[in-house]
Nanobody, 120 residues
């Protein structure tokens, strides 16, 4: 199983920017970012395959950008113009299949999470 470690979380003001990173211990196919707030289900934020194809939740499309460096086994999420409703614990995830998209059930490896808080 691939080990994942997130970094880059913190507090950011509305309209600012924040970049999350995730380091993977090995080869991955689809990778994604998910987020969760207490009392709610985990939701998919963005996903990316090795060929560069991406998917985004409607709530973040146009503001967040997912990218990966497959040679270095790293994943990033550039968060621009964040809103208070983006406040959540963000998780990096890796799948052993292609085209996993935003389906959390398709991911088998998860990081410990990094907290993002957006203040207004």
């Amino acid at each position: 199983e691939v080990q994942l470690a997130e970094s880059g979380g913190g507090t950011v003001q509305t309209g600012g920017s924040l970049r999350l990173s995730c380091a993977a211990s090995g080869y991955t196919y689809s990778m994604g970012w998910f987020r969760q707030v207490p009392g709610k289900e985990r939701e998919g934020v963005a996903s990316i395959d090795r060929d560069g194809s991406t998917g985004y939740a409607d709530s973040v499309r146009g503001r967040f950008t997912i990218s990966r460096d497959s040679a270095k086994n790293t994943l990033h999420l550039q968060m621009n113009s964040p809103k208070p409703e983006d406040t959540a614990m963000y998780y990096c995830a890796a799948s052993s299949v292609v085209g996993a998209g935003l389906r959390s059930s398709a991911y088998t490896s998860w990081g410990q999470g990094t907290q993002v808080t957006v203040s207004s």
